[in-house]
């Protein structure tokens, strides 16, 4: 396969999780702020905060309202990460593409970018019921790519943008909930503090799987879920584990070693999912355990990007 028809097929899937996320993101506090007993204060600013974007959300806009994040978030074409920009990218990489993807899976694509560039122009009634369709629409592409898509190199390209993006996602959600929450430590254990963890889980589509193994909502078990658990597919060592078959596959390099960048960093940081302890999480404190985390899938991403899409000279020689 072509590098570029990778790259392609790769940063669409990465795009459209990262759109689908971005939903979820927002959720959250909307999910929260339902719940929040009456006379507490809507949170935004950490929204913003948990995606790295103050400096260019500042640039652009005065406060941190809902109508503000909201706008910026999902469809402010000036912002790369935005869910309308995300979108417009998946799709111009999926155009590149075409003859390789299925027509179902374009088809989608198309119908899901206009949507949302329908309802940037419009604007919406319903936040949530947007952000809904929105993950409806993610799922129905994952879906369509698993039953119409050979299961060859360009979909091991596709499931592995996918499986990073979820990853780094799951653990932003989670950091979200370090950045809104408290407003004081007082609030800690309280029935305040569970409605949070729950919109948290809810964000994730966790709520029901988690209930069924743990029963209570606990904290660390809900890291323990989202982070460590193997099984449930939104979780990051799941992630993993199945982004890294996906690597070797493409590679044709045995389990248990590595012959690229890729695959290194991968295996470094899947061992250390597996052989970590809740307790070791938190004595590192769990914010300061996602960004750490978070600086580690970026060099899975580079190291993707210099084994399977960088542009090599001819000959072995640079100028």
């Keep these: 396969m072509l590098s570029r028809v990778a790259d392609s097929i790769y940063w669409m ?11 979820r993101f927002i959720d959250v506090n909307l999910l929260m702020i339902l719940d929040l007993p009456a006379g507490s204060s809507e949170q935004w600013s950490p929204l913003v905060s948990a995606t790295g974007d103050d400096a260019k959300f500042k640039a652009r806009y005065g406060t941190t309202d809902r109508e503000q994040v909201i706008q910026f978030l999902a469809f402010d074409r000036e912002n790369p990460n935005s869910i309308v920009s995300c979108l417009r990218a998946a799709r111009e990489s999926a155009r590149s593409v075409r003859e390789i993807i299925s027509s179902d899976m374009w ?11 329908a309802a940037a122009d419009r604007g919406i009634e319903s936040p949530h019921d947007f952000f809904q369709q929105v993950k409806q629409g993610g799922h129905l592409f994952e879906g369509l790519t698993n039953a119409t898509f050979s299961h060859g190199e360009g979909w091991h390209f596709c499931r592995v943008g996918r499986l990073l993006e979820r990853a780094d996602k799951t653990s932003r959600i989670l950091d979200v909930k370090y950045f809104i929450l408290l407003p004081a430590v007082s609030d800690i254990g309280t029935p305040f503090d569970n409605i949070q963890w729950a919109a948290v889980l809810r964000s994730t589509s966790a709520l029901e799987m988690f209930r069924k193994q743990y029963h209570h909502i606990s904290p660390d078990n809900i890291i323990d879920f989202l982070v460590l658990d193997r099984e449930f597919p939104r979780a990051i060592h799941y992630c993993l584990v199945q982004a890294q078959e996906s690597l070797h596959a493409l590679s044709g390099t045995p389990a248990g070693t590595f012959r690229n960048p890729a695959e290194q960093h991968m295996g470094q940081l899947r061992a250390e999912l597996a052989y970590i302890g809740m307790q070791q999480i938190l004595n590192q404190g769990l914010h300061e355990f996602l960004d750490a985390l978070q600086t580690k899938l970026n060099l899975i991403g580079d190291g993707i990007f210099e084994t399977f899409f960088a542009l090599r000279p001819i000959g072995g020689t640079e100028r």
Excluded: C, G, K
Excluded at 13 to 23: D, G, L, P, T
Excluded at 107 to 117: A, H, K
């Design 13 to 23: 899937s990465r795009y459209i999780e990262r759109a689908e996320n971005v939903a």
């Design 107 to 117: 088809e989608q694509i198309n119908t899901f970018y206009l949507m949302v560039n």
